[in-house]
């Protein structure tokens, strides 16, 4: 197990979470070659500096606090890329659990064929997660679970930023994280991992779901209300805008993006006629409305720019 776990680099990022943090890494240390694991806590600018809060004498870990200052979710994982130095890079949220085969997963996926790989997410929550949560909307709170099958990923689903891997040389390959995109903050947008994702396939290389490397995610009950899951959704919409726009791919004005909005409309009023639950045609339409703010954003941007 030792020679697998040496090829992996482990970048977690976080800010201001410090009791959350400390769950995952002593999960991180129970893990199966942990100690050969190369492990970098990228502090987000936190209040208080991490490395003051965390017991780092009794953890049995190759672990390194660095400390920058507030850039956000990418910046944080393109700083942890570059003080680590593994074949493989794990990325991790702050709040996970680890099954104690996690690190032989990641290292058993990359035999040759795979680039990137997302490892399957459990919830770990404090109650059960509504029925009124769609699975596909799962993703809102990085829950993953397709199977025990390891495999190509469906067209609604792909890596979630909690749990996945990458080679260096494909990162090398590629480029890094996109710094105007994802988490800033108590910012909900996303989309970091995503837009990666998206480089890696068009460079032609393979992207699997893989079970084998599972974590349980902390889901804080908050999160499993209405409310909160229409904000994410409006936080997806301005996402999936500024992803097209790094791109040049997206809708040039507002016009147009007015008609994917009556389109959402139109989505959302034949669930409603399907019966399917009230709040999945609300989504559609939060999402929209992040949609026209973000791109009523930009327009205003570049008109500053202009002036």
């Known amino acids: 197990m030792s020679i697998d776990a040496k090829r992996i680099s482990v970048v977690i990022p976080t800010r201001d979470r410090a009791a959350l943090l400390e769950r995952t890494l002593r999960s991180l240390a129970r893990v199966e070659g942990a100690a050969e694991l190369e492990i970098v806590v990228v502090d987000d600018g936190s209040e208080v500096p991490l490395a003051d809060q965390l017991p780092l ?3 049995d870990l190759d672990l390194r606090v660095l400390r920058q200052e507030p850039g956000g979710l990418n910046v944080g994982r393109n700083s942890g890329v570059a003080a680590t130095s593994r074949e493989i890079v794990a990325f991790l949220d702050d709040d996970v659990l680890l099954e104690p085969d996690w690190a032989l997963g ?8 795979r680039a990137l790989i997302g490892g399957r997410i459990l919830a770990d929550a404090p109650v059960p997660i509504p029925d009124w949560v769609h699975p596909r909307k799962l993703t809102y709170i990085s829950v993953l679970d397709l199977g025990d099958r390891p495999g190509p990923f469906p ?10 891997a990458v080679l260096r040389d494909v990162l090398h390959r590629v480029g890094p994280f996109r710094p105007g995109l994802d988490r800033t903050g108590r910012s909900l947008l996303s989309g970091g991992d995503t837009e990666l994702v998206g480089r890696v ?18 889901i804080p009950v908050e999160r499993l209300t209405k409310p909160w899951f229409r904000e994410r959704a409006r936080a997806q919409g301005r996402s999936n805008v500024l992803m097209e726009d790094v791109h040049g791919l997206g809708p040039g004005d507002l016009a147009r993006e007015a008609v994917w909005a009556l389109r959402a409309g139109g ?14 045609a609300e989504l559609w339409l939060w999402s929209s409305r992040g949609r026209l703010e ?3 954003d930009l327009r205003r941007a570049e008109r500053r720019g202009g002036a």
């Open 267 to 280: 989505i959302a009023v034949k669930r409603l006629a399907a019966r399917e639950p009230l709040i999945d």
């Open 106 to 113: 990641v290292a058993a996926a990359f035999d040759g064929r």
């Open 201 to 218: 396939l068009a460079a032609g290389l393979v992207v699997e779901y893989w079970p084998a490397a599972t974590v349980h995610h902390h």
């Open 57 to 59: 004498a009794e953890l």
């Open 294 to 296: 973000a791109r009523r």
């Open 155 to 164: 067209s609604w689903a792909g890596p979630v930023g909690a749990n996945f």
